[in-house]
């Protein structure tokens, strides 16, 4: 573990702020005029593929279902433009990166297999005779003699 911030991930994991860059530029959004003249857009970047705080099996956890986040050069972007101020924009960033870990890392609930109920067999039989009986009622009526 290393001394300094950290942005904690969950209970196992937590990522230090040294690993962290960030980037600014200008936002589109709330501001007026202000807007024009103040770079409050902040873009997290992490080296997913360097660093040190992730094994291979997380790393490659990551990788596959953040995909469309990380870029060829193994970095993870996560960008915040929603609030007027740079400091908030970091803040909302942190959250956000640590949040999609948090959602990338955790196993999916296993699935237990099921069969629907022998009543709505019946009912899907059922519906499908009657719609047969409604197509079959519309075609040509015979003549009478």
Same mark, same amino acid.
């Given at each position: ?39 409050? /857009?902040?873009?997290?970047?992490? !080296? ?7 094994? @291979? =099996?997380? #790393? $490659? %956890?990551? *990788? ?46 296993? /699935?237990?297999?099921?069969?629907? !109920? ?7 039989? @059922? =519906?499908? #005779? $009657? %719609?047969? *009986? ?12």
């Amino acid at each position: 573990m290393t001394d300094g911030p950290v942005v904690a991930i969950d209970d196992r994991l937590a990522i230090p702020l040294s690993e962290l860059s960030f980037e600014t530029s200008r936002a589109g959004g709330p501001g007026g005029q202000n807007v024009n003249k103040v770079e409050s /857009r902040v873009t997290l970047v992490y !080296p997913l593929d360097t660093s040190p705080s992730l094994d @291979e =099996g997380q #790393r $490659a %956890r990551v *990788r596959e279902r953040l995909a469309s986040r990380v870029s060829k050069a193994g970095l993870l972007r996560v960008t915040s433009q929603r609030h007027r101020t740079q400091a908030a924009n970091r803040s909302a960033a942190l959250e956000r990166f640590a949040e999609l870990l948090r959602d990338a890392l955790t196993d999916d609930p296993q /699935r237990r297999a099921t069969r629907p !109920p022998r009543a709505a067999k019946r009912r899907r039989v @059922e =519906g499908k #005779r $009657a %719609r047969s *009986r409604v197509k079959t009622l519309r075609g040509r009526v015979a003549a009478e003699d």
